[in-house]
């Protein structure tokens, strides 16, 4: 099967002070997944948004199936049969999961209600399909994990029964398992002839399931080449334009003593049980898993945004009560949430207002701001991060997905805080971003600061931790210093499957 089902000719789609598509070419055939691969900002996610109608470029040419089309929208797209799992969540949190996948598209019954029983049945096919049962089709969307949401909006594409789909880095949320799912799933939908558009930051998922990769770098297209013609290091170089050697940066740190600690830490839902931890000054410790095994909970009491039903937290030996996220910031604490979106940025404000969010007192003690001086700050960290933005003025919800992650990172770097929590840090940063927020977690611990780290990806955890928990169901099930790193064992412990000292 290698008809052509869609091609698009000189796109260039132009936004205030950016050209995030300049005369790129793409096109995609049927049965076929096409990778689109770039850094942050270089222009993906806007020509994924092009191809299925929700943006009207300035220039160029689309033809489905050889038939010149201009998509005026996505629900345009949509009735050409293109449908699209976004970048950004698009799910109704007070409707429950049958609800968001027909949405304005439910079944009626006889005398023209609502037919439910119709819509759940046909819900929970959809998501059986997908591997992904567990999920009750009855539950608010709001009641489920990022992990589990994200499974939703790609049953909701797949209700479309579309020829062509569009997926805006649809793993970056999901755990190993439910990646399985998919891509299995991917494999169906390639035999069925659909065409999918997969834009994707992680090149271990490109020879798993991809047949072509595009390259876009500031919004050109580099080159497309087949999958078995690049090695990933000259993919890497494509992306980036420059050579990258070392990934994982990790230098031993000379510090002493405790910063953190937890004793017998529960929560009250009983996602979290009797977590004992320790993080000592200049020390990364991984705290690796499945989603869903407690630690985003557990980082939460910590952080004092649930508060604990049982157990004890320390910080620089110092037991805390009744802490909220303000008093714990004052004790030098910061956190990066894993779903940024809703809790680490405020969208509608400005690059530099997001930076200096918790750092006002800090660099204004007299509490008068000083425009000049807050730019500059804003600016320092623009270089020193990347951030692909014209200015700092602008509103956050225009940056790519990658960059909203980076001034998450830059906020809590202006505060300076000593302990800081990761979680899930460098989710949907491009390859070299990585690597420079790699150097900066060492840098940072070289000054005497300390991470606590919650990933998802096995390399990340076991290149960056100079120690590792791993959690399963709310539980500690194994502890590794990092000589004694292997990440069969780790994953091993994360299924349940493992053995050893701390029993499984
Ligand atoms: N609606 C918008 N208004 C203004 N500028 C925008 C808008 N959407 C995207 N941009 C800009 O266009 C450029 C390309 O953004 P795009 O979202 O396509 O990047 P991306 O390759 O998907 O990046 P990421 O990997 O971070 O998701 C960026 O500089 C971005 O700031
Ligand atoms: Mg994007």
Request: glycine letters at 10%; proline letters at 3%.
């Amino acid at each position: 099967m290698s008809e052509t089902i869609l091609t698009a000719n000189g796109i260039t789609k132009l936004f205030p002070g950016v050209t995030a598509l300049d005369n790129v070419d793409f096109d995609l055939k049927k049965g076929e997944v096409h990778i689109l691969v770039g850094e942050n900002g270089a222009g993906k996610s806007t020509l994924a948004k092009v191809l299925l109608g929700a943006y009207i470029p300035e220039g160029g040419e689309i033809k489905l199936e050889g038939q010149p089309v201009s998509l005026k929208s996505a629900k345009d797209g949509l009735a050409h049969g293109i449908a699209a799992v976004y970048q950004e969540f698009t799910l109704v949190p007070y409707l429950n999961v049958s609800q968001n996948i027909f949405l304005n598209r439910e079944p009626k019954n006889k005398v023209g209600l609502v037919d439910h029983k119709k819509m759940e049945k046909d819900a929970a096919e959809l998501l059986k399909s997908l591997n992904c049962d567990y999920i009750d089709v009855k539950a608010y969307v709001k009641t489920l994990s990022v992990a589990e949401q994200q499974m939703v909006e790609i049953a909701k594409a797949l209700s479309f029964k579309p020829k062509i789909l569009v997926f805006d880095e649809p793993t970056a949320t999901l755990s190993e398992r439910e990646v399985e799912s998919l891509f299995e799933r991917i494999h169906k939908l390639k035999k069925d002839g659909i065409g999918i558009i997969y834009v994707s930051h992680r090149m271990q998922e490109f020879h798993y399931i991809g047949d072509r990769i595009t390259v876009l770098r500031d919004g050109k297209k580099i080159g497309t080449v087949g999958i078995n013609e690049v090695s990933d290091s000259g993919l890497v170089s494509m992306m980036v334009g420059r050579d990258i050697s070392q990934v994982f940066k990790r230098t031993p740190n000379q510090y002493k003593g405790e910063v953190l600690r937890t004793e017998g830490l529960c929560d009250k839902a009983g996602r979290v049980k009797d977590i004992s931890i320790v993080l000592n000054k200049g020390e990364i410790v991984g705290l690796a898993g499945l989603v869903g095994a407690g630690r985003t909970e557990f980082a939460r009491l910590i952080f004092g945004i649930d508060s604990a039903s049982k157990g004890k937290i320390y910080v620089n030996g110092e037991e805390i009560h009744s802490h909220s996220p303000v008093t714990v910031v004052k004790k030098g604490l910061g956190m990066v949430c894993e779903d940024r979106k809703r809790h680490g940025l405020a969208l509608k404000d400005s690059v530099a207002w997001n930076i200096m969010a918790v750092s006002l007192k800090k660099h204004f003690p007299k509490h008068i701001i000083s425009q000049k001086k807050m730019i500059k700050i804003a600016e320092e960290y623009k270089e020193k991060l990347r951030i692909a933005t014209p200015d700092v003025y602008r509103e956050c919800r225009f940056l790519s997905g990658g960059n909203q992650q980076k001034v998450v990172l830059a906020k809590w770097l202006s505060a300076d805080a000593d302990i800081l929590i990761f979680d899930e840090p460098t989710r949907g940063i491009d390859v070299g971003a990585k690597m420079e927020i790699y150097a900066l977690m060492d840098e940072l611990t070289q000054q005497g600061k300390s991470i606590l780290m919650i990933s998802s990806e096995m390399p990340e955890i076991l290149g960056m931790s100079d120690r590792i928990y791993v959690m399963r169901e709310g539980r500690i099930v194994n502890e590794c210093a990092r000589s004694e790193f292997s990440a069969d064992d780790i994953g091993a412990y994360m299924l349940g499957i493992g053995g050893g000292k701390h029993g499984a």
